[in-house]
């Protein structure tokens, strides 16, 4: 049997598993504060978490900004990546930001982020910058990638290979 998966906006319940996530995840985490200020907030905020038998495995947090999307931070569970939940949190932010008329996709990653680079290079994002000495606390730069034309056909099919492995809904 395929496992559950629920992806939806993110409310202030699952605040502190997201705040637990992020902490086990990065080295400089954003505090539990700083996702209630996104969900109570923040007028150009988007959030969604991927659920999994009433537990937040997943979530992703984006600025609209005029017609940019730009991904704040996502992360996964470790014994749930590499399932494809970062690919549908991806899409399904970026979908419901082509809905609202954005017309390119940005965020922030570090070099030695192989794995994040992967999965952004798949839906199509390119470097186009580097913004040095830029993360906290170790200094590593950060690779500005964009996606400036998002491809509905390519992510729609992207999605659905990610999709058929779960028992999936998505209220977004
Ligand atoms: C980056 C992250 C969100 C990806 O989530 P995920 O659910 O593991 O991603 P997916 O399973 O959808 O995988 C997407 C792509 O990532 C790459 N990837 C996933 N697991 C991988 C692994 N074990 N080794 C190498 N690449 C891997 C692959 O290219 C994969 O695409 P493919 O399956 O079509 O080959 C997750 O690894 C994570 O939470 N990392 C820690 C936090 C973080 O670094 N966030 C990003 C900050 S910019």
Do not use: C
């Not at 399932?83 to 549908?88: D, K, N, S, Y």
């Not at 990653?109 to 910058?129: D, W």
């Amino acid at each position: 049997m395929k496992p559950k998966l629920v992806i939806r906006p993110m409310a202030a319940e699952d605040i502190p598993a997201v705040a637990g996530m992020e902490k086990a995840l990065f080295r400089s985490p954003w505090p539990e504060k700083s996702f209630e200020y996104e969900v109570a907030s923040n007028p150009h905020g988007y959030q969604l978490v991927a659920e999994h038998d009433g537990e937040a495995v997943g979530y992703l947090v984006a600025w609209f900004v005029v017609d940019e999307l730009q991904i704040a931070t996502i992360g996964v569970k470790p014994e749930w990546q590499g399932r494809g939940i970062g690919t549908l949190l991806m899409i399904a932010a970026i979908k419901w930001a082509l809905a609202k008329g954005a017309s390119s996709i940005t965020l922030e990653v570090r070099p030695s982020n192989e794995r994040a680079i992967k999965l952004y290079e798949k839906l199509g994002f390119r470097v186009v910058g580097r913004r040095e000495n830029y993360y906290k606390p170790d200094g590593e730069d950060a690779l500005l990638m964009t996606n400036p034309n998002p491809d509905p056909k390519e992510l729609e099919r992207i999605w659905s290979q990610a999709a058929e492995r779960f028992d999936l809904k998505v209220n977004t």
